[in-house]
């Protein structure tokens, strides 16, 4: 069974400061997916990983993923307030569609 | 406003209630998806459909239900209602429902409440 874990659950940074987000999976995937939550709000993709080595970039996030150690990263540079959220990694395995899901990270940005 | 709408906003009913959920894809988009997402589950995937037909099916109990209509959009029903019922149910939708390709868009959600 796929599993999927990300650490730290909880992330309370200072606006300024870098940090990374960490995503492990079980079983053999070249599809992560990271999505952003707002409380109370729906999903927003935010990358899309299709194979290994594969880094995306959006403004002060940065996703890699390296399928052979199973571990998805998400780099946060210069944290600000906007970027306060629930940040939840997913893959999807061989030809099935469905995502599963890691537990979130919670990131609290602060003044 | 990813395109895919979901009604109602919230619902609140009591245990052994049935409910149904609607969901509208994007348009253009064939696969429609459903998750749940709980305090004590998170997340779980749900089933899919294509175009009509059911192609993948999760940890989705047997008193839960789903189709997906000629038109495309889908509804999920949910019977015999369990207080741990409650929770953020979201529609998800694609183009093909071809994980190489495809990005999932996620609906508002339906927040399900089972007093």
């Known amino acids: 069974e796929l599993k999927v874990e990300q650490n730290p659950l909880f992330l309370s940074m200072q606006e300024g400061k870098n940090y990374t987000i960490y995503c492990n999976y079980s079983?053999?995937?070249?599809?992560l997916y990271w999505y952003r939550q707002d409380p109370g709000k729906s999903l927003e993709s935010l990358f899309v990983?299709?194979?290994?080595?594969a880094v995306k970039q959006e403004g002060r996030l940065m996703a890699s993923l390296d399928t052979k150690a199973r571990l998805s990263t998400l780099h946060i540079t210069a944290a600000v307030h906007d970027l306060s959220a629930t940040y939840f990694c997913?893959?999807?395995?061989?030809?099935?569609?469905?995502?599963?899901f890691g537990t979130g990270t919670r990131l609290q940005v602060t003044l | 406003d990813s395109g895919v709408t979901q009604t109602p906003k919230h619902l609140i009913t009591a245990t052994g209630q049935r409910v149904t959920l609607r969901c509208s894809p994007r348009s253009g988009d064939l696969s429609v998806y459903w998750y749940q997402q709980s305090l004590d589950q998170g997340l779980q995937f749900l089933i899919q459909y294509y175009n009509g037909e059911e192609r993948a099916k999760g940890n989705i109990l047997e008193r839960f239900s789903a189709q997906q209509f000629p038109d495309l959009h889908s509804e999920l029903n949910l019977s015999s209602l369990e207080l741990g019922d409650s929770a953020l149910y979201f529609c998800a939708s694609s183009a093909r429902g071809l994980p190489s390709t495809d990005t999932q868009y996620f609906g508002p959600g339906t927040r399900l409440t089972v007093l």
């Open positions: 990983l299709l194979s290994n080595g």
């Open positions: 079983t053999t995937s070249d599809r």
């Open positions: 997913a893959v999807t395995t061989g030809t099935a569609s469905k995502l599963t």
